[in-house]
């Protein structure tokens, strides 16, 4: 049994940061968050080039009391990622990950897995971890077995742990819970949200015709509704068993909140996840 902080997906108060960055980061510690994940989105040709340097926004986070425990990086195949790692290390980011793919077939996860075992050996080598973040589509199924379990199979355990989002797997059809006991021990973060209790149909494979490849074009019109995401709390997930879960794995370090969309403000949206999870981890104990 282990107690596991809260953290924040920074992507929750994304457009809150746009407009006061600092100021939201020292409001997202007022709410009691003292982990937080990055999200870097290098579109323009796979350029990296941060307004701070990794060492002086580390500093203005410890003056918040804020650490570094992940680092979420948007793939790109020009992207230089030995600059991504220097400047995790420097910002004292415990990992990063690559949070998003899309498979055209079973050929196109195993090069994936290829790719993810090479990116977790070069980060270990760093003194970082390297963390394989799903969606839905990861629970589309190639000659008869879930793209996730190819996966799970097929990258090596000294390079490669998991970040489950728990909402996309059950987004995908799946029991959260069945996930993380399948995972096991390379288990060591979870993303946070709740579906909302209007969303129909939960599971996006009974709308996706069988066969049909789950492209961004697939991907985009039915996982971007804001109706469909609720606060932890406020839906239908069971996240007293997602936690209980979790603390008996023990391998879970943080529990994330990814908010990625809201009806709410995003503060306002942030704080509910935070007191409802603070609340159930307190009566787990």
């Known amino acids: 049994m282990t107690t596991m902080p809260i953290g924040l997906q920074l992507f929750s108060v994304r457009k ?10 020292q409001k997202v510690s007022d709410i009691g968050y003292k982990n937080i994940e990055f999200a870097i989105f ?6 990296f080039e941060p307004e701070m340097s990794g060492r002086e926004l580390k500093k203005r986070l410890a ?40 498979y055209k077939n079973k050929d196109a996860v195993f090069e994936r897995a290829e790719w993810l075992n090479k990116m977790g050996e070069k980060s270990y080598k760093a003194g970082l971890e390297f963390y394989f973040h799903n969606h839905f589509m990861e629970f589309q199924k190639f000659d008869g077995k879930y793209a996730y379990d190819y996966i799970l199979e097929n990258t090596d355990p000294r390079y490669v742990m998991f970040e489950l989002d728990t909402f996309w797997a059950q987004r995908g ?6 996930v993380m006991d399948k995972v096991g021990q390379r288990l060591r973060l979870l993303h946070q949200k709740d579906i909302s209790k209007g969303t129909h149909p939960v599971n996006l494979f009974e709308v996706i015709p069988e066969g049909t490849s789950v492209t961004y074009d697939v991907f985009y019109p039915l996982g971007s509704s804001n109706l469909d995401f609720a606060e932890v ?53």
């Not at 809150?16 to 980061?25: A, F, I, P, V």
């Not at 290098?42 to 350029?47: C, F, L, S, V």
């Not at 059809?173 to 069945?178: F, I």
């Open 63 to 102: 003056d918040m009391g804020l650490s570094v425990v992940n680092t979420m990086v948007a793939f790109h195949e020009k992207l230089d990622w030995d600059k991504i790692i220097d400047y995790c290390n420097e910002l004292g980011s415990l990992g990063f990950c690559s949070p998003i793919f899309f």
């Open 173 to 178: 059809g799946m029991n959260p819970v069945e």
């Open 233 to 285: 709390g406020t839906g239908i997930m069971d996240i007293r068993a997602i936690l209980k879960k979790a603390k008996e794995l023990g391998s879970v370090k943080n529990i994330i909140v990814e908010q990625d969309q809201t009806v709410l403000t995003e503060l306002e949206s942030i704080k509910i996840s935070y007191d409802c999870m603070s609340k159930i981890l307190g009566e787990l104990g």
């Open 42 to 47: 290098p579109y323009n040709n796979g350029e």
């Open 16 to 25: 809150t940061m746009e407009k006061d960055y600092m100021g939201t980061l």
